[in-house]
Antibody, heavy 115, light 107 residues
Framework: EVQLVESGGGLVKPGSSLKLSCVAS????????MHWIRQAPKKGLEWIAL????????YYADSVKGRFTISRDNSKNTLYLEMNSLRSEDTAMYYC????????WGQGVMVTVSS | DIQMTQSPASLSASLGETVTIECRAS??????LAWYQQKPGKSPQLLIY???SLHTGVPSRFSGSGSGTQYSLKINSLQSEDVASYFC?????????FGSGTKLEIK
């Protein structure tokens, strides 16, 4: 059974940093690209980053480019999202998702940026 | 960026009815389109990929169609458990982009 479990969220002040993790199981993690996608409260879905299976390519949404970094450790079956210079508009539920078209998603982790 | 225009924003239908949700891309996305269902308080679940391929375990009353810039999701014989929000997403080009969503309720 495919499982994706996010962690690392919380309440932080504007300008702070936070690092999210997504631990994968039930599939060969090192064979698949992985995404981070977020959803602000009562809002729609926003794709924010993708990393190829071998970390050879990374793509970002303009809204996070230069502030967020996606990475992975295939030996630990873990995906990461390092978030710097956080803003109130980054407040959202953050999901990791597997493969090109998000065939499996985690349960999400909440990030709240507020003073 | 490719814009995804999804309609309607909300939909109310009776049990057993057939409903259709549309998504229009701002340029050809060559069937690089997925549909997701999100129930309240839950994460999105894939329904359809490659515009018309049913994801594992998804009931056959869900179907996807379309090509070029126009795509649709059809739900036959609406069930109470289909109450949810539905989103389309193009994955043909980066940045990946989502439609704004359709909230489906039972009349």
């Amino acid at each position: 059974e495919v499982q994706l479990v996010e962690s690392g969220g919380g309440l932080v002040k504007p300008g702070s940093s936070l690092k999210l993790s997504c631990v994968a199981s039930g599939f060969t993690f090192s064979s698949y690209g992985m995404h981070w996608i977020r959803q602000a409260p009562k809002k729609g879905l926003e794709w924010i980053a993708l990393i190829y299976y071998d970390s050879s390519n990374k793509y970002y949404a303009d809204s996070v480019k230069g502030r967020f970094t996606i990475s992975r450790d295939n030996s630990k079956n873990t995906l990461y999202l390092e978030m710097n210079s956080l803003r109130s508009e980054d407040t959202a539920m953050y999901y990791c998702a597997k493969s090109e078209f998000g065939d499996y998603w985690g349960q999400g982790v909440m990030v709240t940026v507020s003073s | 960026d490719i814009q995804m225009t999804q309609s309607p924003a909300s939909l109310s239908a009776s049990l057993g009815e057939t409903v259709t949700i549309e998504c229009r891309a701002s340029e050809d996305i060559y069937n690089g389109l997925a549909w997701y269902q999100q129930k309240p308080g839950k994460s999105p679940q894939l329904l359809i990929y490659n515009a018309n391929s049913l994801h594992t375990g998804v009931p056959s009353r869900f179907s996807g169609s379309g090509s070029g810039t126009q795509y649709s999701l059809k739900i036959n014989s609406l069930q109470s458990e289909d109450v949810a929000s539905y989103f389309c997403q193009q994955y043909y080009n980066y940045p990946l982009t989502f439609g704004s969503g359709t909230k489906l309720e039972i009349k």
